[in-house]
């Protein structure tokens, strides 16, 4: 989708915006078959795995994606592969908190999960320990619809802002978001305590968003 397809006219109240934003991220990844799914999500863990700071990061916390997302395997794989400790979130939905677990995986390589809340997969806290938020080096950011500046609409919870803003001012790890090209528009409003992210990723490339953040300011 390109900028001038950003939903909503001009003035329209923000949250009005967020919702038909929302919509239509929604609508673009359910247009695409599996198969287009499949082999977008292969581009773009491409994309993200040439990343210096993915490449630099000893540890990465994944999410495990649910479809229509952009598929997390392709890209975790290649940081097993190369050596990465992995980890991924498990959700307190009454506290609303999220904490950080290694992942363990079986021996056919496939990561030891229970379904969590919202029915996403969780690492199995019987075989897996806490990790220390200061241990993971590099955080993948899941959302719906995002813009150039790394601004993002997640899915309304706010578990990620949170668990990014409690860092210490410069101690926050780097931070990754995927995204389909059409999950992408010219600008997606942000509250005051929303973390924008490092990067975002697509398979048409990635876009440093600091830099981005940056020169609009």
């Known amino acids: 989708m390109t900028p001038s397809d950003t939903p909503g006219a001009p003035g ?28 977008r999500s292969c581009v773009i863990a491409a994309h993200a795995a040439a990343l210096p700071e993915f490449v630099a990061a000893r540890s990465v ?14 890209l975790w794989e290649r940081a097993r592969a190369a050596g990465k400790r992995l980890a991924a979130p498990r959700v307190e ?10 992942l363990a995986f079986d021996a056919r390589g496939e990561p030891v999960t229970v379904t969590g809340t ?31 500046r790394g601004h993002r609409l997640g899915y309304g919870k706010g578990y990620y802002d949170r668990f990014l803003s409690a860092y210490p001012p410069g101690r926050r790890p ?3 978001a995927l995204a389909f090209s059409g999950q ?26 600091r830099g981005v953040r940056s020169r609009r300011r």
């Open 184 to 209: 992408v528009f010219e600008r997606v409003p942000a509250h005051p305590w929303d973390v924008p992210v490092d990067w975002l990723v697509t398979e048409e490339g990635a876009v440093d968003c």
């Open 174 to 176: 780097a931070t990754v």
């Open 118 to 148: 919202f029915s996403i997969r969780e690492p199995d806290p019987s075989v897996s320990e806490e990790a220390p938020p200061e241990a993971l080096d590099l955080i993948l950011v899941p959302g719906l619809a995002f813009d150039p």
């Open 12 to 39: 329209a109240p923000e949250e009005d915006l967020r919702a038909r934003l929302r919509a239509a991220a929604r609508a673009y990844r359910a247009s695409l078959a599996p198969e287009e799914r499949a082999r």
């Open 61 to 74: 916390m994944v999410y495990l994606d649910r479809p229509p997302e952009v598929e997390t395997r392709p």
């Open 93 to 102: 939905p009454d506290g609303g908190r999220m904490r950080p677990y290694w």
